[in-house]
């Protein structure tokens, strides 16, 4: 089944480009996620979102920007991209917020190098 | 900062052994949840428990949460190669809306 698809899989740029990373999901979930995996670090949460045209900040969201016009898109842009952001990407969703014990449902994510 | 931390960070076994990860947490918690990852994938969820649970199971694992320890452990009886993966615990803090993730641990199953 589709569920989540992310894109690019992979993803090679250059300090100070704008990048962007796709997510859609088929589920008509309400909520959106997008987390960061760094060796060491696990996973960090950079954006949620609740609903179309909802978002709020996570534990890293410096440098990035999310929007969500339709339920099913979820992208996130790299506005002025810098090694530091060289990562993987994942995007996730969930029927309600991750607070009310809702599992997630993850994409198979955007590895990203900024060189 | 990370809620969970997963213990050990690698686990080598041979197939047909149990598995045994820990995972401690800092804060009061609601709900506690595993997911697997294996390699180059996304994570995927295993099983959830809640704080007012002690033990619970889905197939080869059994999952247990001591909330006075703040910890909870997940084993895989019977382990097969296709076991092999990183395994994540995540946390919704008690006052929080987020999941947050430990650093995992991964485990090797030798055929």
């Known amino acids: 089944d589709a569920g989540i698809t992310q894109s690019p899989r992979y993803k090679i740029t250059e300090t100070g480009r704008q990048v962007t990373l796709m997510c859609h999901q088929t589920w008509s979930h309400s909520y959106m996620f997008w987390y960061r995996q760094d060796l060491g670090h696990g996973l960090r949460l950079i954006y949620y979102s609740a609903a179309a045209d909802i978002t709020d900040k996570g534990e890293v969201p410096d440098g990035y920007v999310v929007s969500r016009s339709k339920t099913e898109n979820f992208p996130l842009t790299l506005e002025s991209a810098t090694r530091s952001q060289t990562s993987v990407y994942f995007c996730?969703?969930?029927?309600?917020?991750?607070?009310?014990?809702?599992?997630?449902?993850f994409g198979s994510g955007t590895q990203l190098s900024v060189l | 900062s990370q809620q969970g931390e997963e213990d050990p960070q690698a686990l080598s076994i041979q197939e047909g052994e149990n598995a045994t990860m820990n995972c401690s947490y800092k804060t009061s918690i609601n709900n506690l949840q595993w997911y697997r990852q294996n390699s180059g994938r996304g994570l995927v969820h295993l099983i959830l428990i809640r704080s007012n649970e002690r033990e619970k199971h889905s197939g080869r694992l059994r999952v247990t949460l001591d909330t006075s320890k703040k910890s909870s452990s997940l084993l895989i009886t019977a382990s097969r190669a296709a076991d092999t993966a990183s395994y994540f615990c995540a946390t919704d803090a008690d006052s929080s809306y987020k999941l947050i993730f430990g650093s995992g641990t991964r485990l090797l199953v030798r055929p």
């Open positions: 996730a969703s969930s029927l309600a917020g991750q607070g009310r014990g809702e599992k997630l449902f």
